[in-house]
């Protein structure tokens, strides 16, 4: 069975300054691995995917994140945080090789962007 | 293109009824899954249909069902209501084709309250 942690409930950091927030997974075989974002009374947004290739993803609103698998790590970042990024962030993951499309996703981190 | 629409919105309903919710997926998207958001227990996969077949299901009592239609809205059904039910259920639907890369797109989610 595949796990997501995400060891941070939340993450404070001031606008204009990077930001990380951390994911790190289990899962047997390769992973296909998702940031989503949800802002209040809202759903879930996606902001990228790692499926193969160049471990460095770039997504939506600036963001990015690093797959690094020896640490079994898919670290979302910012170069340069902004007040409209507070929100709850979750990291997921399936794996490749299933068939499954069902995702397991970590108990999420909140991002505060103080101005 | 319209994203994924779930009705209805906000509900409240008492124990021991049932509730019925349902999800317009993405046009062309033949996937849909249904998640379970609890402040305590987090997202939680529900089950998934495709081409009107459950492919697979989480672990939840039989109380929850769903089954989708030809056209590939899905319904999701609850019985016998209890109080810990009362969450956000979120639609999430999917392209299903290629290499079975693709990300989820959820609904804004139907918030159901149980008193």
């Known amino acids: 069975a595949q796990s997501v942690a995400q060891p941070e409930d939340q993450v404070n950091v001031a606008e204009g300054n990077p930001l990380t927030v951390k994911c790190t997974y289990s899962v047997s075989g390769n992973p296909y691995l998702f940031w989503y974002v949800q802002y209040p009374n809202r759903g879930l947004q996606f902001l990228l995917k790692?499926?193969?290739?160049?471990?460095l993803v770039k997504g939506s609103y600036g963001f990015e994140a690093e797959f690094n698998k020896s640490q079994t790590s898919f670290h979302l970042k910012k170069p340069s945080a902004l007040v409209s990024d507070s929100a709850l962030y979750f990291c997921?993951?399936?794996?490749?090789?299933?068939?499954?499309?069902?995702?397991?996703f970590g108990s999420g981190t909140r991002l505060q962007v103080q101005p | 293109k319209a994203g994924v629409t779930q009705t209805p919105r906000y509900l409240i309903k008492t124990r021991g009824q049932q509730v019925t919710l349902s999800c317009s997926p993405i046009?062309?998207?033949?996937?849909v899954s249904w998640y379970q958001q609890t402040p305590g227990q987090g997202l939680q996969f529900l089950f998934e249909y495709f081409s009107e077949t459950q492919r697979n299901k989480g672990n939840f009592p039989g109380r929850f069902s769903g089954r989708q239609f030809s056209n590939s809205r899905s319904e999701m059904n609850v019985s016998t209501l209890e109080l810990g039910d009362s969450a956000l259920y979120l639609c999430?639907?999917?392209?299903?084709?290629?290499?079975?890369?693709?990300?989820?797109?959820f609904g804004e989610g139907s918030r159901l309250t149980v008193l």
């Open positions: 046009s062309g998207h033949r996937s």
């Open positions: 790692y499926i193969t290739g160049d471990n």
């Open positions: 997921a993951v399936r794996p490749v090789d299933t068939g499954r499309r069902a995702l397991t």
């Open positions: 999430a639907s999917s392209f299903v084709g290629g290499a079975n890369t693709g990300e989820l797109f």
